[in-house]
């Protein structure tokens, strides 16, 4: 069976703790390699990150990787929330630059993903496997796709264990990618991040946001199903089944959900496959 990894984002409410946990529950039933715990901008949601690992990992039994992000951090705090991980256990992470925290107006000590996988390699060498990102469609803030593709390869350089990507809805910005960074050298896995569908105007916004593209055909069809929600949740779990079979098929390592701490959307991809 193909490993399955699954992301899910900190609950602030007692109302988004339930639905985690059901969540957390309901997905556990599909034996994922290893969750992830996303990390929000600013510094109030730190607690928060490092919270649900130890929920993660302790309520459920899951291998929870937390997401770590240099924006607007110090060394030194860098430094502690390490500790904290290794404290509690874990051996992952995921390392990003992330988002600088709104009302912030420094970088931080670390400026780039390539600074903090070099920083975090030289305060604990290998404990950590480090997982980064990857921008099959590029990133949106990068100067130009060649200029990405390099950025890419630096974050391989300074200790990257494996990748995943932003989602897509289009195969072949996958293959592309996978064959143009392993002709620059890079060798390490690229796990497809895959968005199951489930509401599609929220998924247009996050979208136009992050520079994913949601090809013509699939947002005509969205449109053209109206309000028909069975319709629309059995459209759209067929064609990201169909996506991931394909991208499988064509030697992807595994598939990364994000699942908005959700089981539906995702149990339902899982399903068809």
Same mark, same amino acid.
């Not at 949740?233 to 098929?249: G, P, S, T, Y």
């Given at each position: 069976?193909?490993h399955l990894s699954f992301e899910f984002y900190p ?95 420094? $970088? ?6 390539? &600074? ?14 480090? #997982? ?18 390099? +950025? ?8 990257? +264990? ?32 895959? $968005?199951?569908?489930? +509401? ?7 979208? &136009?946001?992050?520079?994913? #593209? ?7 069809r969205m449109q053209a199903l109206g309000d028909d929600? #069975? ?11 169909? $996506? ?16 908005? +701490? ?12």
């Open positions: 069976m193909t609950p602030k409410t007692d109302e988004q703790r339930t639905l985690l946990d059901r969540t957390a529950a309901r997905l556990k039933a599909h034996d994922p390699h290893y969750v992830s715990c996303t990390f929000g901008a600013g510094g109030s949601t730190l607690s928060y990150t490092s919270e649900t690992v130890r929920h993660l990992k302790q309520t459920h039994g899951l291998d929870a990787a937390p997401h770590i992000s240099c924006m607007g951090g110090s060394r030194e705090e860098i430094r502690e929330l390490l500790l904290l991980y290794r404290a509690l256990g874990c051996k992952r992470l995921v390392a990003l630059r992330g988002d600088l925290p709104s009302g912030m107006a420094r $970088m931080g000590d670390l400026r780039y993903a390539s &600074d903090l996988i070099a920083f975090i390699r030289a305060e604990h060498g290998d404990h950590f496997h480090i #997982e980064v990102g990857a921008y099959p469609e590029t990133h949106p803030q990068a100067d130009d796709a060649f200029t990405d593709l390099r +950025n890419f390869r630096t974050k391989v350089e300074a200790g990257a +264990n494996a990748a995943i990507t932003q989602y897509f809805y289009n195969p072949d910005a996958y293959f592309r990618f996978v064959d143009d960074v392993r002709r620059l050298g890079v060798q390490i896995p690229i796990v497809p991040g895959i $968005m199951p569908i489930s +509401n599609f105007s929220q998924l247009k916004r996050f979208s &136009d946001a992050c520079g994913a #593209e949601i090809p013509r055909w699939i947002a005509k929600a #069975e319709g629309i949740r059995e459209f759209a779990a067929d064609v990201v089944a169909d $996506m991931c079979r394909k991208l499988l098929a064509g030697g992807a390592p595994s598939l990364h959900f994000y699942t908005l +701490n959700l089981a539906k959307p995702t149990q339902a991809v899982l399903s068809r496959l």
